[in-house]
């Protein structure tokens, strides 16, 4: 059964009569219920009633439903309002514009605004190369997408991918003191996303492609790349790619295997897992088998784009064929980036001893992690209420921080794999466990140190 969780918090508020043991009565529901009680507050007290928010974490929006109807069928009580806790922190949005200079009288506004900004327009205009400095261009990152692969709902479209690009936006601020701004776009022809990426690109230091579908992201990524002189950086494949590697490389030291030695495994091979799988080779994994829906990706299969064409002619060494179950076996590693219950854990016991499992679907994971953890070594997953959460959140905040510190815009492995090193040794040595082999995505230590790496490895 699924763990309760803060994404599915709601505030009941209940009238209950004003008798000895009406909140234990209403605390005990909710735990019959399945629900976890974060919070009983009494927030109206009468002779004839008193009114309690009761507030719990359900496991869905269904299991909050019938935590409700519980607490609606105790006899005496009366539900009045329901509030999804979630929603809440949503309305108006997470995000918003704040002024970094007073504006307290005529002087300030004349030097902010007119006349004194038109001094450092004819400035820019005369030297382009100065809106870096004199504008937000400096430290802001567009966060691009169309809406069409958001993680674990698909294409919802760009209005419905919105509170998730404010999120990334949050993000970015919080760890890395990166503004950023949500660029949603009504249009899925590449073409388009293009141009009007190029035509905004004057107002930014970088481009965040995010949940774009493939094999679209692949050649709009290219693409701008090749036309802008800001980073752009997909960070489905690149922010994924990187957190990867960096709990593997800490996953090795603990199973004590090193790369040249161990067969992989990956399912999926649309943006992340061919972002995982080109890291991987240049850091020197060399037996890698990508399996899509219908196994071994190899030379000979049917229909191949050009970018699992790439897969097919630089994986599997051994020419081994067959569907993912069959490949897996003899294993010493397994990333998931795919569908959710495509294996279960006697598939698991047939990998090698001292097994590393990465299972990365979300909110629902390739295997079940309790029935993998009986044969691995190692398992993660992209959850939060499990061991070992592999989160991009690790990435990319750092990645751009450096990136922008460094002004430049060329991205290569070398900046990846220092990204990927510095989070792992962020995982100090007796701290380093199976339970543990990345940091907190909290740990304060973690976007100055890829900030740091990336900025050297950029500009070296």
Not at 215 to 243: K, M, N, S, W, Y
Request: one cysteine or more; aromatic letters at 4%.
């Amino acid at each position: 059964m699924a763990s309760t969780s803060p994404g599915y918090s709601i505030t009941i508020r209940v009238a209950a009569p004003p008798v000895i043991g009406a909140t234990a009565q209403l605390a005990s529901a909710v735990i019959e219920a399945g629900g976890s009680l974060t919070a009983l507050d009494v927030v109206e007290s009468g002779r004839q009633t008193i009114v309690v928010d009761v507030t719990c974490d359900a496991r869905s929006a269904g299991h909050a439903v019938e935590i409700t109807d519980t607490l609606r069928a105790l006899d005496g009580f009366e539900v009045r309002t329901v509030s999804d806790r979630t929603f809440l922190l949503h309305l108006g949005g997470k995000i918003e514009v704040t002024p970094k200079v007073p504006l307290r009288h005529r002087d300030d506004l004349s030097r902010a605004y007119t006349p004194g900004v038109a001094r450092v327009c004819l400035a820019i205009a005369e030297n382009p190369a100065d809106a870096r400095r004199l504008t937000i261009k400096r430290n802001t990152v567009a966060v691009v997408t169309d809406g069409t692969a958001v993680l674990g709902l698909g294409d919802i479209g760009p209005a419905a991918a919105l509170p998730v690009m404010e999120g990334k936006a949050a993000l970015f601020k919080q760890f890395g003191d990166v503004d950023a701004w949500p660029v949603c776009l009504d249009t899925t022809d590449t073409d388009a996303i293009v141009e009007i990426v190029r035509a905004i690109a004057p107002v930014y230091g970088g481009i965040n492609l995010e949940d774009i579908s493939a094999p679209r992201c692949f050649e709009i990524e290219r693409r701008l790349r090749d036309l802008l002189d800001i980073p752009v950086f997909h960070d489905d494949q690149h922010g994924t790619a990187i957190v990867v590697l960096a709990a593997l490389t800490n996953a090795m030291k603990v199973v004590g295997k090193a790369p040249a030695d161990v067969k992989v495994v990956v399912s999926g091979v649309g943006a992340a897992g061919h972002a995982i799988i080109r890291l991987l080779s240049a850091q020197g994994y060399g037996d890698i088998i990508g399996c899509d829906r219908h196994g071994a990706v190899r030379p000979d299969n049917a229909d191949l784009d050009e970018y699992r064409r790439w897969i097919a002619d630089h994986t599997n060494p051994r020419g081994r064929q067959g569907t993912l179950v069959e490949v897996l076996e003899g294993a010493d590693v397994f990333i998931g980036v795919s569908a959710p219950n495509l294996l279960t854990g006697d598939h698991i016991a047939t990998m090698a001893p001292g097994a590393i499992v990465f299972a990365l679907a979300n909110p629902d994971p390739e295997v079940d992690p309790f029935a993998a953890a009986q044969h691995a070594a190692i398992v993660a997953t992209g959850r939060s209420d499990h061991p070992n959460q592999i989160n991009n959140v690790l990435a990319f905040p750092g990645f751009f921080r450096g990136m922008l510190d460094a002004g430049t815009h060329t991205i290569t492995d070398g900046a990846m794999i220092a990204a990927a090193t510095a989070i792992a040794d962020c995982v100090r040595p007796g701290e380093l466990n199976a339970n543990y082999i990345v940091p907190s995505v909290f740990d304060a230590d973690v976007a100055p140190a890829v900030a740091a790496a990336v900025e050297k490895a950029a500009t070296a």
